[in-house]
Nanobody
């Protein structure tokens, strides 16, 4: 069973940076797309960024382009999300997610669908003003 474990959340101030890590286990991820989503208090969960496991193709929500960077650490087989220039709107629970079929996910992303099959439990990021 695929498991995703997030870490790296915490309390930071506006303008600060933070790095989140997702450790996937329990599967073979060559065909996977790995992503990060977030859910702010009182709001729906939203797509943040994604990266293909094998080719490193990246996707970003418009709201985070230029500030957040998703990457795969090929030595540790983990997924990182670097959050720069955070503001209070970045306060949310951040979830790692995965889908086993990158090609299907890519096609769906073209019409704004970012469905994932596997989810971590989340890590909380709080940004103070």
């Amino acid at each position: 069973q695929v498991q995703l474990t997030e870490s790296g959340g915490g309390l930071v101030k506006s303008g600060d940076s933070l790095s989140l890590t997702c450790v996937p286990s329990g599967g073979s991820f060559a065909s996977y797309i790995m992503g990060w989503f977030r859910q702010a208090p009182g709001k729906e969960r939203e797509f943040v960024a994604a990266v293909s496991w094998s080719g490193g193709v990246t996707y970003y929500a418009d709201s985070v382009k230029g500030r957040f960077t998703i990457s795969r650490d090929y030595t540790k087989d983990t997924i990182a999300l670097q959050l720069n220039n955070l503001n209070p709107d970045g306060t949310a629970a951040y979830y790692c997610a995965a889908h086993p079929n990158y090609s299907l996910w890519h096609a769906n992303s073209l019409v704004g669908r970012y469905d994932m099959d596997f989810w971590g439990k989340g890590t909380l990021v709080t940004v103070s003003a």
